[in-house]
């Protein structure tokens, strides 16, 4: 699933290729239509993205809302583009590129102020200026499930996925089972302006890159095209670090992945 530094990078490259300018909308495939009818022709004033939600937004009040969710893609090329391949739920033209997006979990034109009640239910982005990180630490604290569960829920972190949870945990020696009460304040100082650090690389380099250059030899990546990590998809191969094999099990119905050495 795309995690949130895709969305920030794609809110990015959005702005650059459609701001301030018209856009023709449509919905190849037909489920989108009604959306595609409220917006296409008006100017797409801008994108921006909070967590794994896309918004773009239009002259008239009119934002549509995205999230890609397990398969959603977005694919840009310049004008004129070709047919349709494939489900294309919708498409945007602009004078020189356009897009096309296929299999988003959400794609639907809500009202300027609808935005607020879906980040009502988000916590904190890592990748906004206005990130109140007090705001997750608060959750976190007062929270008996495990740091590793806590940190995928969107509700108290927006824009962590899997890699970033697994990796984070790893950086900073977690044990991905500690409760949340047992977490120490300083610990999330820490891991908070980490993630930060590595979500803004995931943006600038569109990948995520998460091993330190002193640990960055050794096992390639889990997969062709694949970040290299250092628990993540690596079940059953040795620690980067300490040489124990790494663990996998399911936690809340997703795979964590630890070094039960390194953390603790
Ligand atoms: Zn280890």
Redesign the pocket.
Known sequence: MPEGHTLHRLARLHQKLFGRAPVVVSSPQGRFADGAAAVTGQVFKQADAWGKHLFHHYTGGHVVHIHLGLYGTFTEAPVPLGLPVGQVRMRIVGSEYGTDLRGPTVCEVIAEPEIADVVARLGPDPLRKDADPALAWKRISKSRRSIGALLMDQSVIAGVGNVYRSELL?RHQIDPYRPGTLMGQDEFDAMWTDLVELMKIGVRRGKIVVVRPEHDHGAPSYGPGRPRT?VYRRAGEA??????T?RTAELEARNLFW?????V
Do not use: I, K, S, W
């Open positions: 790893f250092y620690c980067r670090v300490c040489g124990a790494v070094c039960p050495d390194c953390q």
